[in-house]
């Protein structure tokens, strides 16, 4: 499966082979994730884990990472655990709680647990990382399944 135009959802996929290949369709089109630099580390059903180095045009006035850019790598991160099952799912709401201040050259990692899934509604709790491993940020998201699949669904 080398691109996401013959991407195709097999029914013999184990549930993380789908959740990589729906992350890998939804990477190549995501222009925002990949022009920030963020990567993806590790995606599987429920689960994402994505880093993002922090470049000089990411800080704030006050020369540290901008809350916003670490929202984004929050909701990013969210974005690929959420939709991971081939479903396409949209965020309802979210959530960010910044905790430390986040120095300039670092790199954060944002790391995606899927709490519940119940219907068509899911939560996720998301910690972002700097590169010593502290805590700077906890992210919750809400989503909401649409009609629609990230990958075609082979018939």
Known sequence: MSTSSSLRAHADMSPDELARA???SMYEADGCSRALGMKLLDVRAGYARLSM???PEFLNGH??????????????TFAFACNSYNV??????????FLRPVQPDDVL?????????SGRNGIYDIRVTNRSGETVAM???????IRG???PVEE
């Open 139 to 145: 992210f919750r998201g809400k989503s909401a399944q």
């Open 149 to 151: 699949t990230v990958i």
């Open 63 to 76: 020369q540290i990472c901008h809350g916003g850019m670490i929202f984004t790598l929050a909701d990013s």
């Open 88 to 97: 396409s799912t949209v965020a309802s709401g979210c959530s960010i709680e």
């Open 53 to 55: 180095a922090v470049r």
């Open 109 to 117: 990692t944002a790391e995606a647990i899927e709490q519940v899934l």
């Open 22 to 24: 729906t992350a890998q």
